[in-house]
Nanobody, 115 residues
Framework: VQLVESGGGLVQPGGSLRLSCAASGFTFSSYAMSWYRQAPGKERELVAGISSSGGSTNYADSVKGRFTISRDNAKNTVYLQMNSLKPEDTAVYYC?????????WGQGTQVTVSS
């Protein structure tokens, strides 16, 4: 089971980024997926989650209306579209799958929001 994030980078406040998480080693379409983030000195927090079919999503209050999680089960990929980015969104972003009672994480991708 492997998750590989990409798409992070440096962006100005108000800008946008789209993160991708490519999954392999399991039946992707059968599992809910999540995005988390961890800022320096802070605990890792849930950003957004999506059901296996993509029909249900949930978001942290801090990103509602700005971030959108989606998935393409044909491509084994989950996305996080981030708009209206703020400096407080700066963090390492991770995708996660709960696979057979254990959490599997990607390596993370850095997002820095700064002018």
């Amino acid at each position: 089971v492997q998750l590989v994030e990409s798409g992070g980078g440096l962006v100005q406040p108000g800008g946008s980024l789209r993160l991708s998480c490519a999954a392999s080693g399991f039946t992707f379409s059968s599992y809910a997926m999540s995005w988390y983030r961890q800022a320096p000195g802070k605990e890792r927090e849930l950003v957004a989650g999506i059901s296996s079919s993509g029909g249900s999503t949930n978001y942290a209050d801090s990103v509602k209306g700005r971030f959108t999680i989606s998935r393409d089960n044909a491509k084994n990929t989950v996305y996080l579209q981030m708009n209206s980015l703020k400096p407080e969104d700066t963090a390492v972003y991770y995708c996660k799958v709960r696979y057979y009672y254990r959490n599997v994480w990607g390596q993370g991708t850095q997002v820095t929001v700064s002018s």
